[in-house]
């Protein structure tokens, strides 16, 4: 019953963030876009209960969400939309690689260990606590004490309803997730080819990645969001924004990296669209978000992983850090996930690619960057690297997607 009750929770999202997708969409992007943003939501409402000492509980929670989403719904009910431009094609060969991740998942192969021992345990003592409390996060300093709170406030919000941690339910968010950014980039790119080599790249490197259970899956949504948005979506420059600053605005409340992921973003606008004006606004709530939290890190001495940047760099462990990563980048596939998309780009329009593919290796660039921090970082990289990287991965794809659109857009 907990595991019911738990996937309810999240169930409960697309729900809660319905009225925010701002174009009449096929039905699976708009529950991929109504997931996001209700997760967000969620994250934001909790967190500003409790800055304001309020204790969580469902008899608060949930009256207060139902409100936004009846005020989102009537809000979007009066904003006139274009009509769906029908991309979406009718092959879901895509479906098979995602069927052998809910197996993998299903069965433990899938699972991350960070579950158990950080993302689980901080997310069980915030319910306990009733809220974002400091003291816990002191009492534990293994919790990564200073990272992004999302994922940690969506699994206290399903345990808020459940009234009991599901490590299941926990586990099985992670295909859910990537279903849906699946959906995100077979529908905004309308090319069944591109839509299956993400589908099954990605999930190839999942299943040697075991991100299940932490926060890549919903990091990669919300990237996946970001990217496909500013890759496909030149027909509504309005609609491109708005989820641009969407998934960027998740991507930096979700995990560290999703702050790097916001500047790659930033740049590429600014070098490639040459419009800073858009990259201001699409980075405002990723910022606004990420100034929140350094200040509720500031303010109760919790400084931790956003400090690495002020510890020394190691130039001298570059080889190093190069020979580790190209070897965990091989995925046991003698590097063909990044081969592939990369001849594809090279073959076709590599102008349409160029948003995604700077993105690529602007976050490429920052993954080295950070692993240059530690003298001997082998243990680091061979342990973390393997979800890292499916950030400048899931950019490539969507590169060589954008790279062929001319020749195989459905219509």
């Given at each position: 019953?907990?595991?019911?009750?738990?996937?309810?929770?999240?169930?409960?999202?697309?729900?809660?963030?319905?009225?925010?997708?701002?174009?009449?969409?096929?039905?699976?992007?708009?529950?991929?876009?109504?997931?996001a943003a209700?997760?967000?939501?969620?994250?934001?409402?909790?967190?500003?209960?409790?800055?304001?000492?309020?204790?969580?509980?469902?008899?608060?929670?949930?009256?207060?969400?139902?409100?936004?989403?009846?005020?989102?719904?009537?809000?979007?009910?009066?904003?006139?939309?274009?009509?769906?431009?029908?991309?979406?094609?009718?092959?879901?060969?895509?479906?098979?690689?995602?069927?052998?991740?809910?197996y993998?998942?299903?069965?433990?192969?899938?699972?991350?260990g960070d579950?158990?021992?950080?993302?689980?345990?901080?997310?069980?003592?915030?319910?306990?606590?009733?809220?974002?409390?400091?003291?816990?996060?002191?009492?534990?300093?293994?919790?990564?004490?200073?990272?992004?709170?999302?994922?940690?406030?969506?699994?206290?919000?399903?345990?808020?309803?459940?009234h009991?941690?599901?490590?299941?339910g926990?586990?099985?968010?992670?295909?859910l997730?990537?279903?849906?950014?699946?959906i995100?980039?077979?529908?905004?790119?309308?090319?069944?080819?591109?839509?299956?080599?993400?589908?099954?790249?990605?999930?190839?490197g999942?299943?040697l990645?075991?991100?299940s259970?932490?926060?890549?899956?919903?990091l990669?949504?919300?990237?996946?969001?970001?990217?496909?948005?500013?890759?496909?979506l030149?027909?509504?420059?309005?609609a491109?924004?708005?989820?641009?600053?969407?998934?960027?605005?998740?991507?930096?409340?979700?995990?560290?990296?999703?702050?790097?992921?916001?500047?790659?973003?930033?740049?590429?606008?600014?070098?490639?669209?040459?419009?800073?004006?858009?990259?201001?606004?699409?980075?405002?709530?990723?910022?606004i978000?990420?100034?929140?939290?350094?200040?509720?890190?500031?303010?109760n001495?919790?400084?931790?992983?956003y400090?690495?940047?002020?510890?020394?760099?190691?130039?001298?462990?570059?080889?190093?850090?190069?020979k580790?990563?190209?070897?965990?980048?091989?995925?046991?596939?003698?590097?063909?996930?990044?081969?592939?998309?990369?001849?594809?780009?090279?073959?076709?329009?590599?102008?349409?690619a160029?948003?995604?593919?700077?993105?690529?290796?602007?976050?490429?660039?920052?993954?080295?960057?950070?692993?240059?921090?530690?003298?001997?970082?082998?243990?680091?990289?061979?342990?973390?690297?393997?979800?890292?990287?499916?950030t400048?991965?899931?950019?490539?794809?969507?590169?060589?997607?954008?790279?062929?659109?001319?020749?195989?857009?459905?219509?």
């Amino acid at each position: 019953m907990t595991v019911v009750l738990a996937l309810l929770a999240y169930l409960a999202l697309p729900v809660i963030g319905w009225g925010v997708a701002v174009r009449r969409e096929p039905p699976g992007v708009r529950i991929a876009v109504a997931t996001a943003a209700g997760g967000l939501i969620v994250g934001i409402v909790m967190s500003a209960m409790s800055v304001l000492h309020i204790e969580w509980s469902r008899t608060v929670l949930l009256p207060v969400l139902a409100l936004i989403a009846i005020a989102l719904n009537r809000w979007s009910a009066g904003r006139p939309r274009p009509a769906a431009d029908g991309r979406g094609g009718r092959r879901y060969t895509w479906l098979v690689p995602w069927l052998f991740t809910v197996y993998g998942t299903i069965t433990a192969r899938e699972s991350c260990g960070d579950l158990q021992f950080t993302w689980g345990p901080k997310a069980i003592q915030f319910f306990r606590a009733g809220g974002l409390d400091p003291k816990v996060l002191h009492a534990y300093p293994q919790l990564t004490v200073d990272y992004p709170p999302l994922q940690t406030l969506l699994f206290a919000w399903s345990n808020t309803l459940s009234h009991q941690f599901s490590w299941w339910g926990a586990v099985l968010l992670g295909p859910l997730l990537f279903l849906l950014s699946i959906i995100v980039v077979r529908e905004w790119s309308g090319n069944d080819h591109a839509t299956l080599l993400y589908s099954a790249t990605m999930a190839w490197g999942y299943a040697l990645a075991y991100p299940s259970g932490c926060a890549e899956p919903l990091l990669l949504l919300y990237e996946t969001l970001a990217i496909v948005a500013l890759t496909f979506l030149d027909d509504d420059p309005r609609a491109q924004t708005f989820y641009a600053a969407l998934g960027l605005a998740g991507a930096a409340f979700t995990k560290l990296e999703g702050s790097t992921f916001v500047i790659a973003v930033f740049l590429a606008i600014v070098i490639i669209q040459r419009n800073a004006k858009r990259a201001l606004i699409v980075i405002v709530p990723a910022a606004i978000l990420v100034g929140a939290w350094m200040t509720f890190v500031f303010r109760n001495d919790l400084l931790y992983m956003y400090g690495g940047a002020r510890m020394p760099m190691y130039f001298s462990a570059l080889p190093v850090v190069l020979k580790t990563l190209a070897k965990v980048a091989k995925f046991d596939l003698y590097w063909l996930p990044w081969l592939v998309p990369i001849v594809l780009v090279a073959l076709g329009n590599v102008r349409r690619a160029a948003v995604p593919l700077a993105i690529a290796l602007l976050t490429s660039c920052a993954t080295i960057y950070f692993y240059l921090h530690y003298p001997d970082p082998t243990w680091w990289i061979e342990s973390s690297s393997p979800r890292v990287i499916l950030t400048p991965l899931l950019a490539l794809l969507i590169a060589a997607a954008a790279a062929w659109r001319e020749r195989t857009e459905l219509k």
